[in-house]
């Protein structure tokens, strides 16, 4: 959630973003509907006030006859004050739900663009492999090979449902040890990991949680929701983001690097037609996430952020896979994100991108949200004192 006081001086800034980003959001009726806020919230102090001079008034008052003039009194206050308050509440409750609709302002290396298409690719390494022959895609290769069952997957979950077996979930494995080594306090054969703490988090969560990362109000067609109005997490990214939800962290508990492991749910109720063939676009899967809570300023925020993609970057190289980086369009960008730069790794095939999915990490996303989480969640930082 952005700050109102950003909001109101910076109007113009916060009306490009929602341009930019592609997302129906009108700043001046939130302006609007804030001046309603504040008379009322004003008028409302000032009936409190003089509800409470009104009550010392009557324990003073020198006769029965002044007493009950003045209780006639409180009783006109105290109703205008229920009106007031009354009008507050509904007031609020709509300014709420535009606050969480204001998206944050993406950083100005961001390119135009409407939908993934646009992305603006930024950096390739490796080599793409050349054959001399029609390749496999990953489906034949992985059930030739006993990885991979969809059929008796598609019988148990329906569409998009499949088994991983035998040398499939070897590979899931091997593949996820070697990152938690990679990117974890742990050195690997006497060089350093990248010092995050590994986490296993909850991943059904509250609606907060969902709201203060930026999943919700909007996106809400594409979680999936249990009876207790709980959601199931698409990403390790928002039980890590709550876990400090109304804490003070001081300066020099800063930053905390988490390393989460965790399945991920997602409907993909926008995708019903896109990559439905293979591991794209499952509903369930499992995945590391890497997650920095710093200082709330910008250098440092950039900082993080850059960290977060090389650490990515070279986790890829490690493995010899060609990959390459895109940084992702305004209208690709969720409403909470600033910045989010996207690996993607794979080979090419009839003019299409074959992804490596059996890794669950074809496409890695590093994403700078600054204080868009924190603020919703409560989570503040006192600074030092001079």
Same mark, same amino acid.
């Given at each position: 959630?952005l ?8 109007k ?19 302006i ?27 324990t003073?008052?020198?006769s029965p ?15 205008e004050?229920?009106?007031e308050?009354?009008? &507050?509440k +509904?007031?609020?409750? !709509? ?9 944050n $302002?993406?950083?100005?290396? #961001? /390119?135009d ?6 992305n ?20 034949e290769?992985?059930a ?18 499949y088994f ?6 070897r ?5 996820w ?16 990991g ?18 203060g990362?930026?999943? &919700?109000? +909007?996106?809400?067609? !594409?979680?999936?929701?249990t ?5 199931l $997490?698409?990403?390790a990214? #928002? /039980?890590?983001m709550?876990m ?6 001081s ?23 896109k990559?439905?063939k ?15 809570l710093?200082?709330?300023n ?25 990959y ?12 909470g ?19 490596l ?10 994403v700078?949200?600054?204080?868009f989480a ?11 004192t001079?």
């Amino acid at each position: 959630m952005l700050d109102i006081k950003f909001i109101r001086e910076n109007k113009d800034i916060v009306a490009m973003a929602a341009t930019k980003k592609r997302v129906k959001f009108n700043v001046d009726e939130l302006i609007t509907l804030d001046d309603k806020r504040r008379t009322l919230l004003a008028n409302t102090e000032a009936k409190r006030a003089a509800q409470n001079l009104a009550s010392e008034k009557i324990t003073k008052a020198a006769s029965p006859e002044e007493r009950a003039k003045l209780i006639e009194e409180m009783k006109i206050v105290k109703s205008e004050l229920e009106k007031e308050e009354t009008a &507050l509440k +509904d007031v609020l409750k !709509d300014w709420q739900l535009l606050m969480l609709r204001a998206p944050n $302002v993406p950083d100005m290396s #961001v /390119p135009d663009g409407e939908t993934d298409a646009d992305n603006k690719e930024v950096k390739a390494w490796g080599e793409k492999p050349k054959f001399d022959f029609e390749p496999k895609d990953h489906v034949e290769i992985m059930a030739a090979l006993g990885m991979v069952d969809f059929e008796r997957g598609s019988k148990v979950h329906g569409f998009r449902g499949y088994f991983l077996t035998g040398e499939g979930a070897r590979l899931c494995f091997a593949i996820w040890n070697f990152a938690l080594d990679f990117f974890s306090d742990r050195s690997i054969g006497g060089a350093p990991g990248k010092g995050f703490v590994p986490v296993m988090p909850p991943v059904i969560v509250r609606k907060l949680t969902m709201y203060g990362t930026g999943y &919700l109000p +909007d996106g809400e067609e !594409d979680l999936y929701k249990t009876q207790d109005s709980d959601y199931l $997490v698409g990403t390790a990214e #928002v /039980p890590l983001m709550g876990m400090h939800a109304d804490e003070v962290l001081s300066l020099e508990q800063l930053p905390k690097k988490y390393l989460g492991f965790s399945p991920c749910y997602r409907r993909e109720a926008g995708a019903h037609s896109k990559d439905v063939k293979g591991l794209i676009r499952v509903h369930e899967f499992y995945k590391f996430e890497q997650l920095i809570l710093c200082e709330a300023n910008h250098e440092t925020s950039v900082k993080y952020h850059e960290e977060l993609n090389r650490n990515t970057e070279e986790f890829i190289e490690a493995l010899g896979i060609p990959y390459h980086t895109v940084m992702n369009c305004g209208g690709d960008l969720g409403l909470g994100q600033v910045k989010n730069t996207t690996l993607n790794f794979g080979f090419q095939k009839k003019a299409s991108i074959v992804k490596l999915v059996p890794l669950h990490i074809s496409m890695i996303s590093s994403v700078a949200v600054s204080t868009f989480a924190i603020r919703t969640l409560k989570e503040r930082c006192v600074m030092p004192t001079p």
